[in-house]
Structures are given as structure tokens and as C-alpha cells.
């Protein structure tokens, strides 16, 4: 499976816009295309364009949370894909539409994707799984044997009338099996990468040989990151399992350091415009 990033916090190209957010084109080895999230608006559409990348010519697109940062570019998309005749699902998981929020009950501002999306035809609402074509899997989990980052306690979702606690039901991650080799896709792991490998390494039977993933370990809305003690614990426990990690956006540069330390050649961080072959 060949990662290009289509949009990232952070470029080192002046010919690519980086915003809060994150947009993945993975090419599988037998010709297939998906896109995986959308950034926070249109600018992935422009850096597709410079990379080369035509990505109305997804055979599927994935939200990986209904948070605007990943589905806020999910319009433009919609529209790109109208204008050129296509008709490409895009696989969204229950309640990707509900009102979600960052801050506190008192003082908070929207996160959360334009409701009306959710009648687009092109919309596929899925449950807990779902295998969408021959070797990709789609799989929320509500495990949580390990920690998820500190700075979900900032995230909302109305219920019963109130802002409260985010459960993430609406995250969905994605299983992708080629060649013999395992690869997990995941968005900002809010339900803790851990957790969510747990159940990645459950339906795939085995170890996975990667993980493309946010970790969310900073919180640009608060102004803070994950604790550093926390973050090293994170990386001896992602050391521990034979797995090769790519990851970005909520990621943060602060705690990649830290992960580097641990993990060494192990880990990657993408920019925009940055490509890799697993």
C-alpha cells in the first residue's frame, strides 16, 4: 500500500497549503484507491491537484470522525465528484453527524460536520463493521483496557439535550489486508491507539505490520500536549509490539520527538505532500 498525505498540520513545500487536519490517499497494490478523511475544508483538493492525485477516481472515501478537521472538505468532495460525473460512496460511521464540540459545557465552540451532508446519496452510514470491498474493513471498538489521550476530556457530543462526555461512537477505523500483511488506517485514535490496535490485531488474527494513525496527543484548541511521562509510556508499549508506525496531524511534533527516542527508524512523521510505501 502506497500513503500520500493530501493534507497535514505542517509542509515543507511552498507549493502545498497545510491546515489543522488530515487527508490520506492510499493506492493498494491491486490498482484500488481510497481516500481517507478530508481535511477541515477545500485545500486538499488543491494539493491532490499538485501530487498528482485525482481523487474523484476513489473506488471509496472513509470519515474516519465527525469532527471538521477530518470531514469539513467532505462538501467539496461531494461537489468535485459531481462535477466529474462520479459517484463515489462515502462510508461514514452512526452518529458522524451529531453535534460535537470543543471546550467546556459553559464555554465551547463546534466541531462537528453539516448534518444535512448526511442525506447526500453518496453517504453510507455503517455500524460496529463493515467490510467494504474484498480486504478493507471498516471497525469502531469500544475497548478501553488502556488510557485515551487526557486532551479527549475537552470533547463534547449532545446527549439528551445536554454537552457531554464524547464516546467517540462516531470514530471508525480502517483494516486493510494485502499481500499477507496487515495495515491499520485511523484518524486521531481518540479511543486510544492501543485500544483500537487491540482490535485491529483481533480481526486481523495476528500483529499488524503498520499503523498509519494520529495519536492525539496535542490539543490545539487547549494550547496543550499529552504529558510527557504518559507519552513515553505510550512509545514502550508501541515498541513492544513488531509494528512499523506512520503518523501526523494530532500527533504532534513535541511528542513524535519523544516517540523517536523509543521507537527510533520505527516511526515516521508525514507532511503534506509526503509519500510512503508499506
Do not use: K
Not at 5 to 31: F, K
Not at 215 to 226: C, I, K, Q, Y
Not at 241 to 254: E, M, Q, S
Amino acid at each position: 500500500m502506497r500513503v500520500t498525505v493530501l493534507m497535514e498540520n505542517s509542509t515543507p513545500s511552498s507549493r502545498l497549503a497545510a491546515r489543522h487536519g488530515l487527508s490520506l490517499w492510499l493506492e493498494l497494490e491491486d490498482g484500488r484507491r481510497v481516500l481517507f478523511d478530508m481535511g477541515p475544508d477545500e485545500a486538499f483538493l488543491a494539493n491532490a491537484h499538485v501530487l498528482g492525485v485525482d481523487v474523484t477516481a476513489a473506488d471509496a472515501a472513509v470519515l474516519s470522525h465527525g469532527h471538521y478537521d477530518h470531514g469539513g472538505g467532505l462538501p467539496a468532495f461531494l461537489d468535485a465528484c459531481g462535477r466529474a460525473g462520479r459517484e463515489v460512496p462515502v462510508y461514514v460511521r452512526d452518529h458522524a453527524f451529531d453535534e460535537h464540540a470543543s471546550g467546556t459545557p459553559e464555554r465551547h465552540h463546534a466541531i462537528g460536520l453539516d448534518p444535512a451532508l448526511a442525506a447526500n446519496p453518496c453517504v453510507v452510514t455503517v455500524g460496529e463493521r463493515r467490510e467494504i470491498a474484498p480486504g478493507l474493513t471498516l471497525f469502531s471498538t469500544m475497548r478501553r483496557e488502556h488510557p485515551a489521550a487526557r486532551s479527549n476530556l475537552r470533547l463534547m457530543e449532545r446527549r439528551d439535550g445536554s454537552l457531554a462526555p464524547d464516546r467517540f461512537l462516531h470514530e471508525q477505523s480502517l483494516l486493510v489486508r494485502e499481500g499477507g500483511r496487515t495495515f491499520l488506517v485511523s484518524g486521531c485514535s481518540h479511543g486510544g491507539i492501543l485500544n483500537i490496535m487491540d482490535a485491529a490485531e483481533e480481526l486481523a488474527g495476528g500483529a499488524l505490520d503498520a499503523v498509519v494513525a494520529g495519536f492525539h496527543l496535542m490539543d490545539p484548541s487547549g494550547g496543550a500536549v499529552e504529558d510527557p511521562a504518559l507519552t513515553r509510556e505510550l512509545a514502550a508499549a508501541l515498541a513492544a509490539r513488531p509494528t512499523r508506525y506512520l503518523t501526523f496531524h494530532c500527533t504532534g511534533t513535541d511528542a513524535f520527538s519523544l516517540l523517536r527516542d523509543e521507537l527510533g527508524e520505527r516511526v515516521r512523521y508525514l507532511h503534506v505532500g509526503s509519500r510512503a510505501e508499506l
